[in-house]
Every structure is written in C-alpha cells, then in structure tokens.
C-alpha cells in the first residue's frame, strides 16, 4: 500500500485522509460509514489473481493487491477500476498484449491459479465441471444455496446423460469454510470432487463449466471456454461467457488476451518483497514459481545419504521446507527406509549407491553456475544448487535434466528474460564464485589465450575430460594449438588455496605458459583474453556467456550444442536441430535447471534475486563452529580411509 502511495494509519480520518477497507468483507461497513459521515474518499483492497501457495487463512502473504478507488471488481451493482479498464482502456497496445499472450501461456505450463497447493491427479475427461464456492463470500454479493442448486440443477438439464463434478472450494476442501454443497448433493452422474486437483487441468478436461462468479470461470475462458455464468464477476458481460443475467453497463467485446492484460497486468499491484519493492506481473510469476518448485518437487520428501555436517542445515533449507530432511549414513538402510515411508533418496552427485534401483527416485544435487561469494572448499554455503532427476549436467555419459532443457526451444518471453538475465551478467561482471581477485593487464597480443586450470580428481575431470585430464596436459595440448598465442594460464581457485589437487610444477609452467595469472578475476581475463581453451571448466560457459570464442577438449555441459569447437567427443544426442544459441543456454543454465536461495531471508527466490544480492555485496556467511566440525569430520574421514 504504501509503495502505491498510500501511507496507512489507524484511528479517525482527518481532513485530507481517506479511509481503505478490505473489499466488501463483514467489516466494511464501519469504513464505509466513516468515510461517508465525513465525505472522505473510500479505497478498497482484494487480494490480486494470483495470490499464493496456501489460502491467506493459513497464514500466507499475497503476491499482489487489487487497490479500488472506484468500488470492488467483483461488485457489478457499481463501477470498479477494473471494469473501467475493461471498457475504456484501448486495449491494444502490441506490448501489452504480447505480455498478456506470454502471460497465458506461462501459468499454463506452471499450472499457476490464485491458490497453488494442489497435487491431485484430474479426472478422466469429459465432464461438466460445476464450480462451488464459500459460503457468505463477498464475491457471491447474496448467492446462496438456492442459487447454486438452482445451477446444478441447469447443468444437469442441459447435460442429462453427461458425468457432473461438482469442483469444491479449496478452502472447503481444507476445512477452513463452509460450500454450498455437500455429500447430499451427489448420487447418480453427480461427484463431489474434493482433492486439491489443478485448476487448469479441471477445466481443460470439462465440456462445460458452470459457476456463479468464481475464478475458476476465469481461467475456463482462458483455457478457451465459454463458462455458463450465473453471476456478475469481472470477467462476465464482455461475449466470452454465457451470461444468464448480462452485467449492466458492459457493452464493449474483447478477447481473452484483452482481459488477462487488464485484469493480471493493468489492474493490480505486484509485490516483490526480496527488493521491498512494486514489480511487474512476470517478475511476480518469477517469485512465485521460485516457491512453487520445492512446494512441488519436495512434497513427499527426501532421505538424505552421506551429507557433511556442514552442509546439512543449508540442505534443509533448500530441499526440506514441505517436509524437513532425514539424513542417515548407510546407503542400504537409507534406501530401505525410503521404500518404507515413500520417499526419495536426496544425494550429493557422484556418491549414489552403486545399487540404487531404477524405481526409487533420486535427486543428485551439485552447486549451480551462480554459486557465491566464495569458495566451497572453505565452506561457504551456496546460493544456487542444482537437483537433477535423470543424471548430473557434468556427466557426459548419460543424459541429464539440463541437457533436456538445453535441447527445449524456449518462447518469447523466455528468450527476453534470458536476454537481461544475461546483460545484468555482463555489466556486473558476476560469476560462480565472485572473488575479490586482482585485475592483471594483459600486454598487447594479437591472440591472447586463457587456460583455465581445474581440480584434477573432480568429478567433472573424470567424466568428462577424456584424453586431455590434467592440467598439465591441457596447457601442452593449447600450446600445440596456438604455437605463436600468447598462452594466459589461470590455476583453480581451491588449487590456488592448496584445498585441492591439480598444481602443476613451476618449471613446467614457465616452458607452457607465458603468463601464469595467480589470484586474478577471472572476468577480467575472460574480456582480456581473444578465446578459451579448456577441458570442461564453467569458465568456458563464463566466456561463451560474454561471447569469446571456446574450444574443449572434453564434453562438459555446454559443448556438443555447436556453441564451441570441440576436439573431445561429445554425446551424439546433443546434435539436435533447431541447434539452441546462446541465449537458450543461458536460460536452461542459470534460470531453469537451479534452485537460488535469497541469502538475506533464507527463502527460495527467483536468479534475478541472487544476482541482486551478489551486487549489491550480500553473501552467506558460513557460521564457526560449523565449520570446525567440518574440518574434525573431514580428518576422522581421511584417517579412517588411510585405516583401511
């Protein structure tokens, strides 16, 4: 309220004031007689069309507000903001309606309504969907129970040998409000359907849809319905309904993009509350996909095998919000335990049993590609992590989920998304790990080389690397290539911090490399720099990301797509046509595959949140004694490793 200009105070209204109210709710009516004794403006609020996981009644803030000057949109009895945008607005601006296009087709394919916790399977097709609402609903203005079985009985008539469903409220089916119907109600070709299905898929299977003003007509229209409406909500009077009593004053016809625009774009106010600030329709979408990704993916929850101590709270923060974490040491008892009580297995990358059954799922989780502001190795927590249901997006040797996403063509709105995701990238010079590191000056050259070096036991090396698996061999294979280049070798950062192998002798660096750049930024290499030559490093995504030439001599994530000149083999199936560019890869790479994590408030939030973050100087701070008994749990585990 008050980022749209409303300062908020409690008490009598002054001379100047107004006077806000929640919608037509069973107290708005001091509002309204206090506004009306003293002539003041009168404001009311509802909730905007997408709101939240869960119903407010559990606790949930919304996303966005419907802020009325006018009157309330579900009120036809008068005038409200969004019925005069409907029939006054142009309603044509290319933008605007491209924006409202993409809108549809987004919360479609995210199976996004107003409330989101549902995660029933849709009946079989073919139905007649009767929409039932709460009782004593503002939006109803008066309905009752007559008036509903007054449209059951309507549907029935005019569909005799059709299944009806009767679709309950969600906070009907949640106990928390009264419906119109109930068990009495069913019998014959009637159902009740009380499990929390999809909006969406509850429509898409009907033939027809009846309700008296609930937003589940609404979406009908969207999903390219003409409900049977037997109220006045918004959406009706405008000859994409079938009104059985016409709304007055709505004359005007529009399409159903013209009325997503005005009513999810124009008409309400979208909160983003990681910047504290008003944002756009897609960046409120952005936020709550973000939620809707563990609510979704961690519903029956995980067992978590062999995790680090010091891993294990930040772990159950990203996977264990819907149900927290179990962790447990033995493979075999772990996965015993999660046939017994319905889950999956949650497991570091590369460490899953060896035995794992092809039936129990399990999610192999590894950094993302925007991952902090320092380093794993020294146990900063990260604000991006990846889970992968199919492989691990390092190994080339079976498929993974990113490589599925790489290969997905992606629509306009993706594709712009990506694009500033992308600018944002550049001009902050943000990468994985966001080093304070020295900018070294490159002398003049006309082909600078940058080799970066990696950690030779990791996982990615061994996988992926093919022939070309260690550093050393990788700065005699760029030598080979470019005998006259001026050969820029960059050392890891953990084997820089001496965490980890992959150190190469100091006489053999200076017979290869014509300048090792120690403690450097990356970044300002990779601008520096006239191409990359690497064996899988993401600093080879980090320079196609900025758009310098990159050659591999492995397989990693990004070869194989015909973004780079591979001398490695790489998988067969990534030789896909249309071949995905640069900005499809961004968007599978740093918007779809990972989970971020806000580092302030510890929530899950959109990549752009974490880019933000990391500009502005925010970070996760790893706490002590943690990491202590990190270091204690590491020593135990090398000694009992040199024991056997």
């Known amino acids: 309220m008050q980022l749209s200009g409303h300062s908020l105070h409690f008490g009598l209204p002054q001379r100047g004031d107004g006077v806000v109210v929640w919608g037509n709710s069973p107290t708005a009516h001091r509002g309204q007689g206090v506004a009306a004794r003293r002539n003041l403006p009168l404001v009311r609020v509802e909730d905007a069309f997408v709101r939240s996981i869960h119903p407010g009644r559990l606790g949930e803030t919304p996303l966005g507000l419907m802020i009325d000057p006018i009157g309330v949109h579900y009120d036809a009895t008068r005038p409200s ?167 007055p004053r709505r004359n005007r016809r529009l399409t159903r993009t013209q009325l997503f625009a005005a009513a999810m774009i124009l008409a309400p106010r979208w909160y983003d509350p990681f910047r504290d600030r008003l944002c756009s329709f897609e960046e409120a979408i952005d936020i709550l996909e973000a939620r809707l990704i563990p609510h979704r993916a961690d519903t029956t929850g995980h067992i978590a095998i062999g995790m680090r101590l010091w891993k294990r709270r930040h772990l159950q923060i990203v996977f264990g919000r819907t149900k927290p974490l179990i962790f447990m040491r033995d493979p075999a008892v772990a996965m015993a335990r999660a046939r017994t009580v319905g889950r999956g297995l949650i497991t570091w990358a590369g460490k899953e049993p060896r035995d794992l059954p092809p039936d129990l799922a399990c999610l192999r989780i590894e950094d993302g590609f925007i991952r902090s502001r320092g380093l794993g190795a020294k146990l900063v927590p990260p604000m991006s992590l990846v889970a992968d249901d199919l492989g691990i997006y390092y190994d080339p040797t079976r498929p993974s989920r990113l490589e599925k996403l790489i290969a997905t063509p992606i629509d306009a709105a993706a594709r712009n998304r990506a694009e500033v995701m992308l600018t944002a990238i550049r001009s902050a010079h943000v990468s994985k790990y966001n080093l304070s590191a020295a900018n070294v000056p490159l002398p003049n050259h006309p082909n600078r080389v940058l080799v970066p070096g990696q950690v030779e036991d990791d996982a990615s090396i061994r996988l992926a690397a093919g022939k070309v698996d260690t550093n050393l061999a990788l700065l005699r294979a760029a030598r080979a290539a470019h005998p006259d280049g001026f050969i820029v070798y960059k050392p890891h950062p953990d084997v820089e911090a001496g965490l980890r192998s992959g150190a190469i002798p100091a006489e053999q660096l200076l017979e290869l490399a014509d300048l090792v750049a120690t403690q450097a930024d990356p970044i300002h290499l990779i601008a520096q720099c006239d191409r990359v ?64 994590i806000d580092p302030v408030t510890g929530a899950p939030c959109p990549p752009e949140i974490v880019l933000h973050r990391l500009i502005k100087g925010h970070a996760v701070k790893t706490r002590t004694a943690l990491r202590i008994l990190s270091k204690i749990q590491g020593q135990f585990a090398s000694l009992a490793h040199w024991w056997r």
């Open 81 to 247: 903001q969004l019925e005069q945008i409907l029939a006054r607005d142009p309603l044509d601006d290319s933008v605007l309606l491209a924006r409202a296009a993409a809108g549809i087709t987004r919360l479609r394919a995210l199976d996004i309504s107003k409330y989101n916790h549902h995660n029933a399977q849709p009946p079989k097709a073919g139905y007649v969907l009767v929409v039932d609402q709460t009782r004593g609903d503002a939006a109803l203005m008066g309905a009752d129970v007559v008036n509903f079985r007054a449209m059951l009985a309507a549907a029935m008539d005019a569909y005799p040998n059709a299944r009806i469903l009767i679709k309950t409220h969600p906070e009907t089916a949640l106990g928390l409000r009264l419906g119109h119907f109930g068990p009495q109600d069913a019998g014959g070709n009637v159902t009740l359907l009380t499990d929390a299905v999809s909006p969406w898929a509850a429509v898409e299977g009907a033939i027809a849809v009846y309700t008296i003003s609930s937003q589940l007509g609404f979406e009908a229209i969207l999903a390219g319905h003409r409900p049977y409406v037997f109220g006045h909500p918004f959406y009706a009077g405008w000859g994409l309904s079938k009104d059985m009593t016409p709304p």
């Open 533 to 596: 030559f690497t064996m899988t490093s993401t600093l080879g995504f980090e320079a196609l990301l900025r758009g310098k030439p990159v050659t591999c001599t492995g397989a990693p994530f990004y070869a194989g797509w015909g973004l780079t000149t591979d001398l490695g083999v790489t998988p067969q199936r990534r030789n896909i046509y249309p071949r995905p560019d640069i900005i499809q890869l961004c968007y599978a790479t740093l918007i779809a595959y990972p989970r971020y």
